[in-house]
């Protein structure tokens, strides 16, 4: 079983108009929303094998802050790629991952994570900023991957039991 963690990076600030999309910060409440995000996928248990992030700000800080929850020590991978992937690049991405990994953490943005989502489980709902949606795939190696072993675990996300 390999096991998918979608996560859309926390909401971010539009208030320096000078910076480019890729350097946005994360505004107050994605900085109160990732640690959140992350204490909660730490009270079930949930440790990555690995994390892959886009090198955005945005992204790059909630990657961080979510590892941190659940006391991930490794490295984090950012790979540029995935900054500006259509969902086709993420599964591509996904499914070079070394097979002893079984757990794994995507940090990217929309709309490319709603299509992956989308892709993999028929998931039509809008993943918010810091949302994360879970995947299981019943197959033994990542270049096996698909639509037609995976199964949607939870989706969870800030405002979600409010």
Not at 13 to 35: E, Q, T, V
Not at 64 to 84: H, M, N, R, W
């Given at each position: 079983?390999?096991?998918?963690?979608?996560?859309?990076?926390?909401?971010?600030?539009?208030?320096?108009?000078?910076?480019?999309?890729?350097?946005?910060?994360?505004?107050?409440?994605?900085?109160?929303?990732?640690?959140?995000?992350?204490?909660?996928?730490d009270a079930?248990?949930?440790?990555?094998?690995?994390?892959?992030?886009?090198?955005?700000l945005r992204?790059?800080?909630?990657?961080?802050?979510?590892?941190?929850?659940?006391?991930?020590?490794?490295?984090?991978?950012?790979?540029?790629?995935?900054?500006?992937?259509?969902?086709?690049?993420?599964?591509?991405?996904?499914?070079?991952?070394?097979?002893?990994?079984?757990?794994?953490?995507?940090?990217?943005?929309?709309?490319?994570?709603?299509?992956?989502?989308?892709?993999?489980?028929?998931?039509?709902?809008?993943?918010?900023?810091?949302?994360?949606?879970?995947?299981?795939?019943?197959?033994?190696?990542?270049?096996?991957?698909?639509?037609?072993?995976?199964?949607?675990?939870?989706?969870?996300?800030?405002?979600k039991n409010?």
């Open positions: 079983m390999k096991k998918l963690f979608i996560i859309r990076h926390a909401k971010s600030s539009w208030k320096d108009n000078s910076l480019s999309d890729f350097d946005r910060p994360l505004n107050k409440r994605g900085n109160l929303n990732a640690p959140m995000m992350g204490e909660r996928l079930k248990s949930i440790m990555p094998d690995i994390i892959l992030s886009s090198p955005a992204a790059k800080t909630t990657a961080k802050i979510i590892a941190k929850q659940v006391s991930y020590t490794k490295e984090i991978v950012f790979l540029p790629e995935i900054y500006d992937a259509f969902s086709e690049d993420l599964h591509n991405i996904l499914k070079k991952i070394d097979d002893d990994k079984e757990t794994v953490f995507l940090f990217g943005h929309n709309p490319e994570l709603n299509d992956l989502a989308e892709e993999y489980v028929d998931m039509y709902d809008n993943i918010p900023t810091c949302g994360i949606v879970e995947i299981e795939f019943s197959c033994d190696k990542w270049r096996e991957i698909s639509p037609k072993n995976a199964k949607m675990i939870s989706f969870d996300y800030p405002k409010l």
